[in-house]
């Protein structure tokens, strides 16, 4: 997922006028998410299918206060750029 729309949205966002390492900051949070959250949800398969007492249900219903932490983070992902840019500032990469 990431390889397909990284490349994709990285220049077009780059040509609007957004930071390239904030944008792939965003995108791997996201891509995250999507391993965690129905229908795809393959990191709650793989678990439900390695512990058989774990039905896939409970599994979901289990990972709600990670999907609402991952969804604070990047609410604050977007609403501060600081966030992201601290350590790159620190190197002088930018």
Known sequence: ?????APLLRPI?????FD?????VLIVKVAEMALITPPVGMNSFVYSGAVREALLGRVFRGF?????????????????????????SMSGAQ
């Not at 997922?1 to 729309?5: C, G, K, N, R």
């Not at 390239?20 to 792939?24: E, L, M, P």
């Open 1 to 5: 997922m990431i390889l397909i729309a």
């Open 13 to 17: 966002l780059v040509g609007y006028g």
């Open 20 to 24: 390239g390492i904030w944008i792939v």
């Open 64 to 88: 709600i206060p990670f999907i609402v932490a991952d969804l604070v983070v990047v609410m604050a992902l977007i609403a501060s750029k600081t966030i992201v840019m601290f350590l790159p």
